[in-house]
Nanobody
C-alpha cells in the first residue's frame, strides 16, 4: 500500500522558514514526478511546486518562485519543500503528491497526480 506522509508544518512568523518533508512508502518514486500543492480555508487546492524523478526539472507557482525550493532524495524516497521568507498568504494545508506514471514531465495540475498525503498545516502569522 502506497503512503505519502508529510511532516514539518507548524506555526511561524512572517519572514521565517520551514522545511516540509514527504516520506513515501509502499513503492519507490525515483522515476516519478512529485509535487506540492496547498489549500487555504475557503479556497481551491493550488499548485505550489513540482519536480521530475531525477530532480533535474522543477516548476513553481509564481507566488512562491524565489522563496520556495522543491527537492528530493531518492535514496530516502523523500520529497522536500524548503520555504523561506514566509508570508501570511502562505498559510494553508500543504499536500505532497506523486504521479503513478514513470518519467513524465512534472505536472502543475492536481489531476495528474495519483497518490496524495494527508497534508500538514502551515500557519504564518503577521
Amino acid at each position: 500500500q502506497v503512503q505519502l506522509l508529510e511532516s514539518g508544518g507548524g506555526l511561524v512568523q512572517a519572514g521565517d522558514s520551514l522545511r516540509l518533508s514527504c516520506a513515501a512508502s509502499g513503492r519507490t518514486f525515483s522515476t516519478n514526478a512529485m509535487g506540492w500543492f496547498r489549500q487555504a480555508p475557503g479556497k481551491e487546492r493550488e499548485f505550489v511546486a513540482s519536480i521530475n524523478g531525477r530532480g533535474t526539472t522543477t516548476y513553481y507557482a509564481e507566488s512562491v518562485k524565489g522563496r520556495f525550493t522543491i527537492s528530493r532524495e531518492n535514496a530516502k524516497n523523500t520529497l522536500y519543500l524548503q520555504m523561506n521568507s514566509l508570508k501570511p498568504e502562505d498559510t494553508a494545508v500543504y499536500y505532497c503528491a506523486a504521479d503513478w506514471h514513470e518519467k513524465r514531465i512534472p505536472s502543475i495540475q492536481s489531476i495528474d497526480y495519483d497518490y496524495w498525503g494527508q497534508g500538514t498545516q502551515v500557519t504564518v502569522s503577521s
